[in-house]
């Protein structure tokens, strides 16, 4: 005979099972490959789907911007930049993140980072974090521009107005490297919807072999301080 207790923890043990495989069957995707030439949509993810997000926070900067609308006025507002490294494999994750002023005249249509160069381009955009909307898809440009992606507000969901709205800011989106070292080399520019106006172009964060000219000072400075360390020790030794 089976006793109630028994029974409760059988019951209890099935529905935390179904609850976890109802949790890890509506996960998001993984970061988006994206190879030359590829426009792919980005479904959005969550440092618990993929852990090696998880991360800290070592380059954190704000620029306003401000160009034309294609119909008139100003599309002002500014651009987050971060530069993060992940807590579980050391590599780099570059986020950034649109703010489009209520004042703004039009939607921002897109985001292009350019002179980005990367081993592989894994984007996607966080939906655990702050913003009102992700970009919907990323656009890796075709050989030989193929350092450039696009990421695109162009909202495919029916009756939604396209782009990022005046008064509206995006999600942290990314791409996600094998780097470990970076510099500020890389670019960045906005457009409206549709045919239109460009932004100026701003220095943006990007993968690198070289490391920054601050970390190559703490490099220089800390061997200096172990050779001066080395010649101390060996005058104290001949005294």
């Known amino acids: 005979m089976i006793s109630r207790t028994s029974t409760r923890f ?3 043990a099935f529905v935390a099972i179904a609850a976890a495989s109802f949790l890890l069957g509506a996960q998001p995707a993984q970061a988006v490959l994206l ?9 959005g993810t969550t440092s618990l789907a993929e852990p ?6 070592i380059e954190d900067e704000t620029i306003g911007f401000s160009f034309p609308a294609a ?27 649109v703010f489009n002023d209520a004042n703004s005249a039009a939607p921002i249509g897109s985001f292009r980072v350019g002179d980005f160069v990367s081993p592989e381009y894994n984007a996607n955009w966080r939906i655990d974090g702050l913003g009102d909307k ?16 696009n990421f695109l507000f162009e909202s495919s969901t029916a009756g939604a107005a396209p782009g990022l709205l005046p008064g509206q800011s ?15 080399t890389a670019t960045y520019d906005l457009t409206g919807t549709g045919i239109g106006p460009i932004s100026d172009q701003f220095a943006a964060f990007t993968p690198t072999t070289v490391p920054e000219p601050t970390a190559l000072l703490l490099l220089v400075v800390g061997a200096g301080l172990v050779l001066t360390g080395g010649r101390g020790f ?6």
Not at 82 to 90: H, P
């Open 134 to 149: 992700g970009p919907d898809s990323a656009h890796r440009f075709d050989v030989p521009k193929e350092s450039f992606v």
């Open 10 to 12: 059988v019951v209890s």
């Open 71 to 97: 119909g008139g006025g100003d599309i002002i507002g500014s651009v987050q930049q971060r530069v993060s490294r992940s807590e579980v494999d050391g590599t780099l994750d570059f986020y950034w993140r």
């Open 52 to 57: 090696q997000l998880a991360a800290v926070v």
């Open 170 to 184: 995006s999600t942290y989106f990314f791409l996600d490297t094998t780097a470990t070292l970076y510099a500020k």
């Open 35 to 43: 190879n030359p030439g590829d426009q792919l949509p980005l479904p």
């Open 234 to 239: 060996a005058r104290r030794s001949e005294s």
